[in-house]
């Protein structure tokens, strides 16, 4: 008998794969239980703590608002998640930075700086040595080589 014949025979019992009751509840059951093992209620807010720990946040607290994410443009590693827009240029503010280093030997003057004595240390990706932005002679961060996705 083809397959298609077979398909089409209501009255014809499918000798491979048995109908009955008993197998498609046990079944279920199998997925209910992988779903118990395999389910954790609490996974995202204990990941979103860690989140938290690790870009330096615990201390500013839960109703702190941002503009944005930002990631690094060459390897898409998070770099900030707490940071303030810039009213008139496309940069990101922030006093809080993670998988950053701030290089010691480079340092940045601005052309329009009013103070001579103005300067800016480069700040890279740990990942990928991506320049992301400069800090300020009062530790704060200014990205503006980065990707920024909606806070």
Not at 100 to 114: D, F, H, I, K, L
């Amino acid at each position: 008998m083809s397959t298609l014949a077979r398909a089409e025979s209501a009255s014809t019992p499918d000798e491979d794969v048995p109908m009955t009751s008993s197998s498609v509840s046990g079944s279920a059951a199998v997925g209910a239980y992988e779903a118990r093992e395999l389910y954790d209620a609490n996974a995202d807010a204990r990941e979103a703590k860690a989140f938290r720990r690790a870009l330096g946040l615990d201390a500013v607290g839960d109703d702190a608002r941002t503009d944005a994410v930002l990631s690094c443009v060459g390897c898409f590693a998070t770099i900030c998640a707490l940071c303030q827009k810039h009213e008139r240029h496309e940069q990101y503010r922030a006093v809080f930075a993670a998988g950053v280093r701030t290089e010691t030997e480079v340092a940045w003057r601005p052309s329009e700086a009013t103070d001579a004595n103005e300067r800016y240390r480069e700040v890279k990706c740990e990942e990928c040595g991506t320049t992301v932005g400069v800090m300020d002679d009062d530790d704060v961060y200014h990205f503006f080589n980065v990707l920024a996705s909606a806070g």
